[in-house]
């Protein structure tokens, strides 16, 4: 029988294995939100090169029943009338109320829609602005109104790539004849982006 090898040596191809693994199927599961999140940094960075500032908006008006405003006003009765009668998309973000009006805004990435109601007579005015896909994409990348799901999904995001980010570094140092070489590219690239913030941005 050959002799076992070298626990050392045991050791070193195992741990190169891990690496290996972990740094293939992490950009594997994380390549979808890795993509999204490159791709819509660039469409962040120049909004006007994609129509992301362009919005459409569109006043409307109504009248609610004078009762849902008398008193103590029921909001999710109102909201969820309001949601039905024009389809409005999003979460209630705000819904202010003093002694002669209500004011509430619903929000979601690429929209929202602001009403104002008169509590006498129960009449309203909306305004809902609503943007393109690039937009919706942008407001995604920063969380904008998108929920806690979303909120999640970003940081699970995150993390996904640090690792992989940590897997492919240590991964190089079980490659000996570019190890030199890939530590001083990550040099390379650290200074280059301290350099740019440091000269151009503080």
């Known amino acids: 029988m050959p002799p076992d090898p070298k626990p050392s040596r045991w050791l070193y191809r195992k741990s190169a294995a891990a690496f290996r693994w972990l740094h293939i199927y992490l950009s594997m599961l994380s390549f979808a939100s890795l993509m999204f999140f490159a791709l819509t940094g660039i469409t962040l960075n120049h909004p006007t090169w994609f129509g992301g500032s362009v919005q459409n908006v569109v006043d409307q008006s109504g009248q609610l029943p004078t009762q849902l405003l008398a008193g103590e006003v029921d909001e999710l009765e109102i909201a969820e009338t309001l949601r039905a009668e024009h389809r409005l998309k999003g979460r209630v973000k705000e819904f202010e109320t003093d002694d002669y009006e209500c004011m509430l805004v619903f929000k979601s990435p690429g929209y929202a829609a602001d009403v104002f109601i008169d509590r006498e007579t129960g ?42 980010s940590l897997s492919g570094f240590g991964l190089l140092f079980y ?28």
């Open 123 to 164: 009449n309203y005015s909306l305004t809902v602005t609503s943007s393109n896909a690039v937009a919706i994409m942008n407001d995604l990348h920063k969380g904008r109104d998108s929920g806690p799901a979303w909120s999640l999904l970003i940081d699970g995001s995150a993390i996904l790539m640090a690792i992989m």
């Open 175 to 202: 490659l000996k004849k570019r190890r030199v070489a890939g530590v001083l590219t990550a040099l390379a690239g650290t200074i280059a982006v301290l350099a740019v913030w440091i000269l151009g941005v503080a």
